[in-house]
């Protein structure tokens, strides 16, 4: 692979590929963790790198909480078949069916085996730091990343476990792991859960406050601690996901500024994706890699590709909407940024197919990314929180201007052209079944009829997997 890529998954190849199960397995006492990976700084790095390809693992965002199991829960794709499995159970809500609770299950022991790790290691991040293993300076942005993966995937199993927020944020959600003992923690309220997400999320914010991000932007180099920052939960990516989370806690105060802030001190080191780059017929820029915030470096990319989206897949078992609610969702504006080139005619297809995560035959820096934080997010959550109607709509027209659309009339209905966005932006990136669930949405298009009078009522509560009720 290319140099110029990420040093953060280059260097936890050899160990986290070929060690990272044992070295997960045993028990934060014993010698092989202390003196073999916390007393040496390159096998420190090594086991940081485990936690982000843990994230990039399918299971979690390398797919089904980005472009599958999470899409067909938004009703993004018509049922299909995923080799031997039934994918209809998803989009029918059916959560307890037997591969539905199955792909469920493995998403909540995949992520709590991924926050067990990042417990290990912030548990011995510090010691590392006092015996000059690292420099404090660089100690602190590994606690600070880590910190804040532990509270996305929290934030993320609350969102997909817990209850509609805005109805239920008393109910019982699921439990918070702060310490890697061993020992089971109580299942929480959804409040309770969220405050610790805050909690961990502002913290991480402090300990990135010297991010090479913020002085620098987003560079490729050799320097393992300023290379690929937006493929690591840098200052930027954590102010995002405090604005996403405090718009779920309905905080709407506290999102719009930290929507606002992280725009204002960032937005000059994440440029809006250029028309020129995105028209490219051969280089599209398909994922609009300025904008991305945070993205995991996902080495299994274009194998996801050719399972559920290449067109050379049959009918039955391509993931892809019918083609008249395709037309409407995008109202039919085909010259919108995120049509050009993601979504072509051909490969035997006489409909489009989704082309976001193809491969391409040029080397670019944005390659095997998933994206995960945008930049549009942070306009589309301005545009939703702003208290001055002219305001938020210039927010809102600033981010359909940057996808090639008009500005929208002084009379638009926000909150329904926000929604629009919403279905538009995040195709394959897991965000969308989340905006309905934290609007409560009950008139979701569906999936499995083209028809556009056709809608579902989303069942929301995904239940806990019996390998969590089972054991309490």
Known sequence: MNSRYPVVFLLGALLLLGSCKKYLDVQPETSYTENQVYNSESALIQAFNGLYLDLAARPLYGSFLTNSVIELMAQRFKPVVDGSQDMSSFVGYNYTALHAGQMLDTIWRKAYGTILATNVFLSKIDNSIAANVVSEANGKLL?????????????????????????????????????????????????????????????????????????????????????????????????????????????????HAEAQSAITEGEQWFPWVEADAVNNASNPDRVFAPEILFGVYNPQLYNIYDKFFNPALTDQSIYVPYE????????????????????????????????????????????????????????????????????????????????????????????????????????????????????????????DLPYPWATVEPVYKVPLPLSETTTR
């Open 143 to 255: 606690k600070g990343e880590a910190m804040a993966i532990r509270g996305m995937l929290h934030f993320d199993l609350l969102r997909l476990y817990g209850p509609v927020y805005s109805t239920g944020n008393g109910s019982p959600a699921i439990p918070y792991y702060t310490i890697a003992d061993g020992k089971m923690q109580p299942i929480l309220s959804a409040a309770e859960v969220l405050e610790k997400v805050l909690a961990d999320l502002t913290t991480a914010k402090q300990l990135l406050a010297a991010d090479p991000v913020i002085t620098k932007g987003v560079v490729f180099e050799h320097d393992f601690y300023s290379s690929a920052r937006n493929q690591r939960l840098n200052y930027f990516a954590v102010k995002a996901l405090l604005a996403r989370a405090y718009l779920w806690a309905g905080r709407t105060g506290d999102a």
């Open 324 to 447: 008249s609610r395709f037309t409407e969702l995008f109202e039919g504006m085909f010259q919108d940024y995120r049509v050009v080139q993601t979504w072509l005619t051909g490969g035997g297809k006489s409909y489009r197919t989704f082309y976001k995560f193809a491969p391409q035959a040029t080397k670019n820096t944005w390659e095997f990314v998933q994206p995960l934080v945008r930049k549009s997010e942070l306009y589309l959550i301005l545009a939703e929180t702003e208290t001055d109607p002219a305001k938020a709509l210039d927010f809102l027209n600033t981010e359909r201007r940057r996808r090639g659309l008009a500005n929208l009339p002084g009379t638009a209905t926000l909150s329904l052209e926000i929604r629009k966005e919403y279905q538009k932006e995040f195709w394959g990136e897991g965000q969308i079944f989340f905006y309905y669930k934290r609007i409560n949405a009950n008139d979701v298009p569906m999936a």
